[in-house]
């Protein structure tokens, strides 16, 4: 669905119009045809209508449909409200065909006819099906390198079944996949799939919601997620704001929250003041403060390695429990050196020393599909570390040896001798002395003259 009517509901254009803003930089950029159309009311919103008249409810939903229908259009909405609304709306009224025929007798009046054969989309589920993870990842110029990044759906995004049926509706992966085509780390959470909790606060039950915010905010900050990313402006309402008065009452919980389409935005290159970013509650400061310093890291780390393979080589970790060292130590995991690389902890990897446990047996190399393997990285690994000073006493010691003598060890003749073998010819080892000689003034601290 390239063309399309954009339904941005309520909420998004009265209280966040940074959000609608941001979702429409994006359907340019991705060269959408969207179209306004006149005449659209609340989609209506489901707790606070259909509580009170589900006729009402199913009406007014069929109406704001049927305008796009008529207009030969599909829909794509930002809200999850909005979407869950129509979505419940198509398969009620797909089922209920008596109830379908009384509504549109009613919208004749506006000569208007709901039969329910348009496409629903959220703005989510068209980035992922519609543009797709791998084609949303060749338009970004400023990728989230190094960013941890937590995401939240909403309940109303993947629920109710079966009139919504994008993603699991209990194990979600879609927006995860999103948020990694734009460069940065998903962080997983405890509390991924809990609700936002803001509903509670429609109903007068303020101390409830605050402490459905309080909870998964905690959750995303002990996780050490940079930010939380939402697709729903009730949630954003709920973690954004809410967070700002939980901050007011002296809780320290400093998360910055973004709508999916800030995120797409920015890494498709667009500025933060651009976007209106600085109209969110709680301050992103912090955010491109660590995006800033870990770009900085990531020319660092291009320096030394392959970026885009350590890159692929941490989302595959296929050979998670294949090295041999890990088995019997397990203070030594292979795959999360690679991702601390990836997070600009070069400097700390070479400081706590793990990375001398990797014995280059190649298991990973040989088990790897894509003939990538961690043992290269290791490698290299060791010779910045041995640049540094950095490397265990035991390899610098047999390295000045060889580059003296040309071997790492003599034989024992005397062994030798009573086993019957004869003594050795004479070794290479002065040769070889020469021949690195500038090697050697730099081992043992000397200039050659």
Same mark, same amino acid.
């Given at each position: 669905?390239? +063309?399309?009517?954009?339904? $941005?509901?309520? !909420?998004?254009?009265?209280?966040?119009?940074?959000?609608?803003? !941001?979702?429409?930089?994006?359907?340019?950029?991705?060269?959408?045809?969207? =179209?306004?159309?006149?005449?659209? !009311?609340?989609?209506? +919103?489901?707790?606070?209508?259909?509580?009170?008249?589900?006729?009402?409810?199913?009406?007014?939903?069929?109406?704001? #449909?049927?305008?796009?229908?008529?207009?030969?259009?599909?829909?794509?909405?930002?809200?999850? @409200?909005?979407?869950?609304?129509?979505?419940?709306?198509?398969?009620?009224?797909?089922?209920?065909?008596?109830?379908?025929?009384?509504?549109?007798?009613? #919208?004749?009046?506006?000569?208007?006819? &709901?039969?329910?054969?348009?496409?629903?989309?959220?703005?989510?589920?068209?980035?992922?099906?519609?543009?797709?993870? *791998?084609?949303?990842?060749?338009?970004? !110029?400023?990728?989230?390198?190094?960013?941890?990044?937590?995401?939240?759906?909403?309940?109303?995004?993947?629920?109710?079944?079966?009139?919504v049926r994008w993603d699991d509706p209990l194990h979600p992966t879609k927006v995860e996949?999103?948020?990694?085509?734009?460069?940065?780390?998903?962080?997983? &959470?405890?509390?991924?799939?809990?609700?936002?909790?803001?509903?509670?606060?429609? %109903?007068?039950?303020?101390?409830?919601? #605050?402490?459905?915010?309080?909870?998964?905010?905690?959750?995303?900050?002990?996780?050490?997620?940079?930010?939380?990313?939402?697709?729903?402006?009730?949630?954003?309402?709920?973690?954004?704001?809410?967070?700002?008065?939980?901050?007011?009452?002296?809780?320290?919980?400093?998360?910055? %929250?973004? &709508?999916?389409?800030?995120?797409?935005?920015?890494?498709?290159?667009?500025?933060?003041?651009?976007?209106?970013?600085?109209? =969110?509650? %709680?301050?992103?400061?912090?955010?491109?403060?660590?995006?800033?310093?870990?770009?900085?890291? /990531?020319?660092?780390?291009?320096?030394?390695?392959?970026?885009?393979?350590?890159?692929? $080589?941490?989302?595959?970790?296929?050979?998670?429990?294949?090295?041999?060292?890990?088995?019997?130590?397990?203070?030594?995991?292979?795959?999360?050196?690679?991702?601390?690389? #990836?997070? *600009?902890?070069?400097?700390? %990897?070479?400081?706590?020393?793990?990375?001398?446990?990797?014995?280059?047996?190649?298991?990973?190399?040989?088990?790897?599909?894509?003939?990538?393997?961690?043992?290269?990285?290791?490698?290299?690994?060791?010779?910045?570390?041995?640049?540094?000073?950095?490397?265990?006493?035991?390899?610098?010691?047999? &390295?000045?040896?060889?580059?003296?003598? @040309?071997?790492?060890?003599?034989?024992?003749?005397?062994?030798?001798? /009573?086993?019957?073998?004869?003594?050795?010819?004479?070794?290479?080892?002065?040769?070889?002395?020469?021949?690195?000689?500038?090697?050697? @003034?730099?081992?043992?601290?000397?200039?050659?003259?």
């Open positions: 669905m390239r +063309e399309f009517a954009v339904f $941005c509901g309520c !909420t998004i254009p009265a209280r966040f119009p940074f959000i609608e803003k !941001t979702t429409r930089v994006v359907f340019d950029d991705l060269g959408a045809g969207v =179209h306004e159309l006149a005449g659209h !009311t609340c989609c209506p +919103e489901g707790t606070l209508v259909k509580a009170n008249d589900e006729d009402a409810f199913y009406t007014a939903a069929a109406r704001n #449909l049927a305008i796009v229908e008529k207009a030969g259009l599909g829909v794509v909405t930002p809200c999850n @409200g909005c979407y869950s609304t129509f979505k419940e709306a198509a398969s009620q009224l797909r089922a209920e065909w008596r109830d379908r025929d009384a509504i549109n007798e009613r #919208l004749a009046s506006e000569d208007l006819h &709901y039969t329910g054969d348009l496409e629903i989309a959220h703005f989510a589920e068209w980035l992922a099906d519609t543009v797709g993870a *791998g084609a949303l990842s060749t338009r970004v !110029t400023r990728p989230l390198w190094g960013m941890r990044v937590a995401v939240h759906y909403g309940c109303h995004l993947l629920r109710p079944q079966p009139a996949e999103l948020v990694s085509a734009l460069g940065a780390q998903v962080v997983d &959470y405890t509390t991924k799939m809990q609700c936002c909790g803001g509903a509670l606060d429609r %109903v007068g039950e303020r101390e409830g919601s #605050l402490a459905f915010a309080r909870r998964k905010l905690t959750d995303v900050q002990n996780e050490g997620a940079d930010a939380l990313v939402v697709v729903c402006p009730s949630c954003f309402q709920q973690f954004d704001l809410n967070q700002a008065a939980l901050q007011r009452a002296n809780e320290d919980v400093p998360v910055p %929250v973004f &709508y999916l389409s800030e995120l797409v935005a920015l890494a498709m290159g667009h500025e933060p003041d651009e976007l209106g970013l600085g109209m =969110h509650r %709680v301050s992103v400061d912090s955010f491109f403060d660590r995006w800033e310093a870990r770009s900085e890291e /990531k020319w660092r780390l291009a320096e030394h390695f392959d970026v885009g393979l350590l890159a692929k $080589c941490d989302a595959c970790q296929a050979c998670k429990d294949d090295c041999p060292v890990c088995k019997i130590d397990p203070a030594f995991q292979p795959n999360e050196i690679i991702a601390d690389l #990836l997070a *600009g902890r070069l400097d700390d %990897v070479i400081a706590e020393g793990q990375l001398w446990k990797c014995i280059e047996c190649y298991t990973c190399q040989e088990m790897c599909h894509s003939r990538i393997g961690m043992a290269g990285v290791f490698r290299q690994l060791k010779e910045l570390a041995l640049e540094r000073g950095a490397g265990p006493d035991a390899v610098g010691a047999a &390295y000045t040896e060889f580059l003296k003598t @040309g071997a790492l060890g003599k034989p024992r003749e005397s062994v030798r001798k /009573k086993l019957g073998l004869d003594s050795l010819p004479a070794g290479g080892g002065d040769a070889v002395a020469r021949l690195l000689s500038p090697a050697v @003034g730099a081992a043992d601290g000397t200039e050659k003259e």
